[in-house]
């Protein structure tokens, strides 16, 4: 199966990541470099030319992106690696500064598509969900271990799923019969789960499980601020970030961090002069998120929950 990854707002990223010649570039989510790509063949013919780094902690994706490059790989370095570990990949590589980060935390859709990932509710699979195939969790680990009050609170704060308790405690029930073991077992028990008035509104029940099972899997939420907040501190002045986020979890905490790094001052609004000495780290290039236009909406439904927010160091 060919790994194929839509880039979203692809112009948009190129704008907001202001392309400069022998600059240095990290695409901290390589996947299907779609971003990558667009960044080589943007300023292929820039001199001194632009270096770029990609990060993936799958090994598939990697090697994908390396065929897929293959004409750029002499300014080109891709590394195995989480983006939680960009520090010691720059440290590695003897870089102190760059010139643009790009995360795209969007699963890509050979991930999606791929049925022996177990990242889809809409193919029967085992229930993996793991971005880097060698580590030990899995979502069926977690399916058939975690206490069942655990459970539903992965569900909920993961998933923001309403109907939480209610799928974990019949989830806790199945388990004691037999494992759960494949994405098709755990999506009926799911649809058993949610009342029918509330399966025929909106999306597909087991969405937001799902959504929560590979958030703690991969560890998302956890890892997420400290590693931007990283890519912040390596971004030379005038140096931007490019973040797309595609739910409201990961956007609230980019959000946030933005806005902190925008507006450090912890002073009472009453004070004449700042005294708490908190310099400011960022400006925002957009003061709202930018969202995917309509025309690529139509080629990339997947694109509709995108938010991309950008911002630069001062």
Request: a positive charge; charged letters at 25%.
């Amino acid at each position: 199966m060919e790994f194929i990854h839509n880039p979203v707002m692809p112009l948009e990223v190129l704008e907001g990541l202001r392309l400069t010649p022998g600059g240095i570039y990290v695409d901290c989510t390589l996947g299907g470099a779609g971003h990558s790509e667009a960044i080589l063949n943007k300023t292929v013919d820039f001199r001194p030319a632009v270096l770029l780094i990609g990060l993936d902690q799958d090994p598939e994706a990697l090697a994908a992106a390396a065929n897929k490059l293959v004409k750029f790989l002499d300014r080109v370095k891709l590394v195995r690696a989480n983006f939680a570990g960009l520090t010691e990949v720059l440290n590695s590589l003897e870089i102190t500064h760059v010139d643009g980060i790009i995360f795209d935390l969007g699963v890509s859709s050979y991930q999606l598509d791929n049925p022996a990932r177990g990242f889809s509710y809409q193919h029967n699979a085992p229930l993996d969900m793991r971005m880097d195939p060698e580590q030990e969790i899995t979502a069926g680990y977690l399916v058939n271990n975690l206490p069942e009050h655990k459970l539903a609170k992965t569900i909920k704060d993961f998933g923001e799923e309403r109907w939480a308790a209610r799928i974990a405690q019949f989830i806790a029930e199945e388990r004691k019969r037999i494992p759960i073991e494949t994405t098709g077992q755990l999506v009926e028990i799911i649809k058993k789960a949610v009342p029918a008035g509330a399966r025929r509104q909106g999306p597909h029940p087991a969405r937001r499980t799902f959504q929560a099972l590979r958030i703690a899997v991969n560890r998302e939420l956890e890892i997420l601020e400290q590693a931007v907040l990283s890519a912040v501190n390596a971004l030379r002045p005038g140096g931007r970030i490019c973040v797309i986020t595609f739910h409201s979890l990961e956007d609230r905490i980019i959000k946030d961090l933005f806005r902190r790094l925008v507006s450090p001052c912890t002073c009472p609004r009453n004070f004449p002069v700042c005294v708490c000495g908190r310099e400011k780290v960022l400006r925002l290039v957009n003061a709202k998120p930018v969202l995917a236009s309509p025309s690529e909406l139509e080629l990339n439904p997947r694109a509709r929950s995108a938010k991309l927010r950008v911002a630069e160091r001062i």
